[in-house]
C-alpha cells in the first residue's frame, strides 16, 4: 500500500494549494484577486499557500502596475505542471486499486 502514496505530493495536500494548481492548469495566467473569489479564502491565506508553491518553483508570480493599481498574477511552471499532474496520476492509481 505504501508503494500506491509514494507519489502523492505533500505540497498538495492542502485544499487551497490543490485549488490553485487546479485553476493555474486550465488558465495562462491568474490574477490574485480572481484567485481568491474562486477559492473564497483571505488575502493572508492565499498569499502564504502561493507562497510555498512558489518556494517549490511550481508557480511563478509575475507584478506589474496597471495605471497606478498594481496586479499580480501566477502562471504555472512547467516543474509545477509535471509534478501536479504525476500528483494526479498518483491519486488516480490509488483510487483504482482501493476499488
Known sequence: MKDLITNINKAF???????????LMVNDTVDFITLKEMLK????????????LE????????????????QTTYAA???????FNDHLDALEKLIKKTN
Open 13 to 23: 495536500e492542502s485544499r487551497i494549494r490543490l485549488g490553485i494548481m487546479s485553476v
Open 77 to 83: 511552471t512547467k516543474k509545477g505542471k509535471r509534478a
Open 41 to 52: 479564502v483571505t488575502d493572508g491565506n492565499l498569499a502564504s499557500h502561493i507562497g510555498a
Open 55 to 70: 518556494k517549490n518553483e511550481f508557480l511563478e508570480v509575475y507584478k506589474q502596475f496597471i495605471g497606478k493599481k498594481p
